[in-house]
């Protein structure tokens, strides 16, 4: 018996660490081009990620996902836009729950109705409200909204608190894995979202916060705010992978780009990087007939998406070490080394491009619509 409950405690231990994702929400007050963001840098123990666009049903709006591979059936949503503008993410939380409910892990199920149901950030509140008790989650869920409403919710199975963009003094919220009102000191992500903030801070002053900022700089940064060191470009080989925000369980970084208030929903953009994020592509999705990549989508024989699985190749390579605690290494050289041939250095220029490509694809599309 003492066996079986330690087992259980160390799974419990394992759970929590591989569900620990790192995420932000910010004001168009505070972004380059005055559009709001949304942004998740995800952690998980499913490696492949997909996704996929859902046709409209009656009643339902039509919406683009992120997956796990596995969820053939594409039950579970894990950050998405709708055809109304509506996005969301979520983080999960290790402070909230204070309940015997054995329901737990609905995350997704809940994201998926948003997606299907609401417009706005209120819709999402009253989704929550109207939805049976337990919910069987414990997350914080981020939200924008066509509007340039954007707000957290702080969520257990019976009630929730809002954090309303608005309120922010900065234009910006952001939220690891702990409930700022949950159990003080519990939870986990406090260095990591420590390391976020420092490294948004000088764009946040600015109002130069883009995309690309969350996707090539802070999801293949190597800083850790309590040591205050930046080890990206030291030089070094290997580090011990322990409060980074790239992870060894990292699986994708997915911003979503919002519109400016009167402007045509089906402008929202998501910005992909499937895989682990140092080693990941970005490509632009939109909501439309060819606006989900092929490289992105499960094309594969098992149901995988070819940028993700050529993501996964690299990183294996950041993390070659397999016997023992070999996980817990990561060969920094195979992402940034003084010849600039590491994985983060080549893609970074290959990802700039996809930046441009996709922006001149937006621009068309806004002159189209004013046709």
């Known amino acids: ?68 591979a596995s969820d053939s059936l594409r ?21 909230l729950k204070d309940d015997t409910v054995t329901i737990m892990d609905k995350e997704g199920l809940v994201m998926t109705e948003a997606l299907k149901y609401c417009k706005t950030v209120d819709d999402f509140e009253n989704l929550l409200k109207s939805m049976p008790k337990p919910l069987g989650v414990e997350a914080n869920f981020g939200v924008i909204d066509a509007y340039g409403n954007g707000a957290y919710f702080e969520t257990c199975n019976y009630e929730y608190v ?67 060191k930046d080890f990206t470009y030291s030089g070094k080989k290997w580090l011990i992978d322990q409060d980074f925000i790239p992870r060894y369980s990292s699986t994708a970084t997915v911003v979503i780009e919002g519109v400016l208030p009167g402007e045509d929903s089906s402008l929202t953009t998501m910005w992909v990087g499937l895989g682990y994020p140092p080693c990941s592509e970005i490509n632009a999705v939109w909501l439309d007939d060819n606006g989900v990549p092929d490289g992105l989508r499960g094309t594969l024989s098992n149901g995988h998406a070819p940028l993700c699985d050529s993501a996964l190749i690299r990183k294996h390579e950041v993390f070659p070490i397999l016997r023992g605690s070999g996980s817990h290494y990561l060969d920094l050289s195979e992402l940034y080394n003084a010849e600039g041939s590491g994985y983060c250095q080549v893609l970074l220029k290959k990802n700039r491009e996809a930046y441009k490509h996709g922006y001149e694809v937006l621009e068309k599309k806004r002159k189209d619509l004013l046709k």
Not at 29 to 39: C, H, I, S, V, Y
């Open 162 to 228: 809002k954090f309303d963009l608005k309120d922010s003094a900065t234009g910006v919220m952001t939220r690891t894995n702990y409930a700022y009102t949950g159990r003080v000191d519990e939870g986990k992500g406090y260095i990591r979202e420590q390391n976020e903030l420092a490294l948004l801070e000088p764009y946040m002053t600015t109002s130069e916060i883009t995309p690309e900022l969350f996707t090539e700089t802070i999801s293949r940064s190597f800083y850790h705010s309590l040591i205050d």
């Open 75 to 95: 039950r579970e949503a894990w950050m998405g836009f709708n055809s109304e503008g509506f996005a969301i993410m979520n983080t999960a939380v290790y402070n």
């Open 1 to 68: 018996m003492r066996f079986i409950v330690l087992f259980i405690i160390a799974v419990c231990l394992l759970s929590n660490d591989v569900y620990s994702c790192t995420s932000a929400i910010v004001s168009g007050d505070r972004t380059k081009n005055g559009r709001p963001l949304l942004w998740k840098h995800r952690d998980t123990n499913e490696e492949n990620n997909v996704i996929d666009r859902i046709a409209a049903t009656p009643g339902t709006f039509e919406y683009v996902a992120l997956y796990n």
